[in-house]
């Protein structure tokens, strides 16, 4: 267990420094060793945490290669730790537009299945996701979580086995969205009319009226985000100098405990 946790630690730490711009596209990491003594971990787990990142597309090794970090263009954007990483130092416009049109492709396509396809059990998923929002609206409970459910069972309720497999590889990128779009005052209660007219032409088996209303959900959601940027919304927190050496488990701990919310 304490092996596991420190892979963890050494693994964020890495993807989070990849992620923030410490170690740009094309550069090398520095030696095993050396990484270990920044991080407080063996050469085996930075072995292991080295492969892990390649896996995710965000760095490549080889014998004359050595270890490079690879462009952001070529990351695994649907992997949920590249998105934490990416969100935890800040995500950039061009992540916020990307997604935003990714969205616009695949929810709308997505909700009209629904409303052809969606069983009984989906139907009272998505209710009680709805009733979710509700609540934290009107208690400010979590919304995000729940307007995340409700996406999520949308998807699903395709009944289109691709299309549930999407729902977990956007889970990610989706509640990055919402923590944006959510800060504009007043904005999570603007969405239920939306969202319950997206739900009710889904019960009634209506596909053209649940594409609309998703769509108004999506351009809804643009424009709240560009309304929190255009209020001052902070992308991105102040980034450490390029080549500091990512935090140790140590340092990580600390950081974290400072955090709100």
């Given at each position: 267990m304490a092996s596991k946790n420190l892979l963890g630690h050494a693994l964020d730490a890495l993807g989070e420094a990849?992620?923030?711009g410490r170690y740009a596209g094309g550069a090398s990491l520095p030696p095993e060793p050396s990484l270990g003594l920044q991080l407080g971990v063996s050469r085996t787990v930075v072995r292991e945490a080295v492969k892990s990142l390649v896996a995710k597309g965000m760095l490549v090794t080889g014998p004359k290669l050595g270890t490079r970090v690879l462009a952001a263009e070529q990351w695994n954007w649907f992997d949920p730790d590249v998105v934490a990483w990416h969100t935890k130092v800040g995500p950039t416009r061009e992540f916020l537009r990307d997604l935003q049109e990714l969205r616009r492709v695949v929810e709308p396509a997505a909700v009209r299945l629904a409303a052809e396809r969606a069983t009984a059990a989906d139907i009272a998923e998505l209710e009680a996701a709805f009733a979710g929002m509700c609540t934290a609206v009107a208690t400010g409970g979590d919304y995000v979580s729940s307007d995340l459910r409700f996406h999520q069972g949308l998807l699903r309720a395709a009944n289109n086995r691709m299309m549930a497999q999407m729902a977990k590889a956007l889970s990610a990128l989706l509640r990055t969205s919402f923590e944006i779009s959510t800060t504009k005052p007043g904005g999570a209660a603007a969405s239920l009319p939306m969202?319950?007219?997206?739900?009710?032409?889904?019960?009634?088996?209506?596909p053209g009226k649940a594409e609309r209303a998703c769509l108004g959900i999506i351009d809804g959601a643009r424009e709240d985000i560009d309304a929190a940027l255009a209020a001052g919304f902070s992308l991105r927190p102040r980034v450490p100098r390029r080549g500091a050496a990512p935090p140790g488990p140590r340092a990580r701990r600390a950081g974290a405990a400072t955090r709100v919310g």
């Open positions: 990849i992620a923030a969202h319950r007219a997206v739900l009710d032409a889904v019960i009634a088996r209506q």
